[in-house]
C-alpha cells in the first residue's frame, strides 16, 4: 500500500496555533474507517513518539504532554485526519508524521505505537514522509 501524505506544517510563535492534515494513501486494504490512525512527532536526535491516536469510531486518545492543547480528528469520507495544535511551545518543534495501521497487540518496546508505556501497541505500518513544525520562543 502507499503512503499517506502529511501538509499544514510551518512556522508559529508560541502560543500560536497549527492544523496538520493527513490524506490517506490509495493503496488501502481495508475500509478507510477501520483503521487506527495516529500523529507522532520526532524531535532530531531524538526517538519518534506517539502524540495522538484515533479510531474509526472517533475514540482519541493523546499523549500525557499535549492532552488539552492537541485535538485529534477524523473525516472518513474524505479518508483524512487532522491534528489541531493550539497554545504551542518550542518544545512541540519536531517533525510530524501521519500514519495508518490495523492492528493493536501486544508487542515489545522497540516496535508498535504508543501513547503511554506498557506492551498494548497499535501496529501503524504505513507512514508518512513528515511535516515540519517550527515553534519560536
Known amino acids: 500500500q502507499g503512503q499517506p501524505v502529511e501538509s499544514g506544517g510551518g512556522s508559529v510563535q508560541a502560543g500560536g496555533s497549527l492544523r496538520l492534515s493527513c490524506v490517506a494513501s490509495d493503496g488501502l486494504v481495508a475500509p478507510y474507517n477501520v483503521y487506527y490512525m495516529g500523529w507522532a512527532r520526532q524531535i532530531p536526535g531524538k526517538e519518534r513518539e506517539g502524540v495522538a491516536l484515533?479510531?474509526?469510531?472517533?475514540?482519541?486518545s493523546y499523549r500525557d504532554s499535549v492532552k488539552g492543547r492537541f485535538t485529534i480528528s477524523r473525516d472518513n469520507a474524505k479518508k483524512v485526519v487532522f491534528l489541531q495544535m493550539d497554545n504551542l511551545s518550542p518544545d512541540d518543534t519536531a517533525i510530524y508524521y501521519c500514519a495508518a495501521g490495523l492492528q493493536f497487540g501486544h508487542y515489545p518496546a522497540d516496535r508498535g505505537f504508543r501513547l503511554t508505556p506498557g506492551p498494548w501497541a497499535y501496529d501503524l505500518d504505513s507512514w508518512g514522509n513528515g511535516t515540519a513544525v517550527t515553534i519560536s520562543s
Open positions: 484515533i479510531k474509526g469510531d472517533g475514540s482519541t
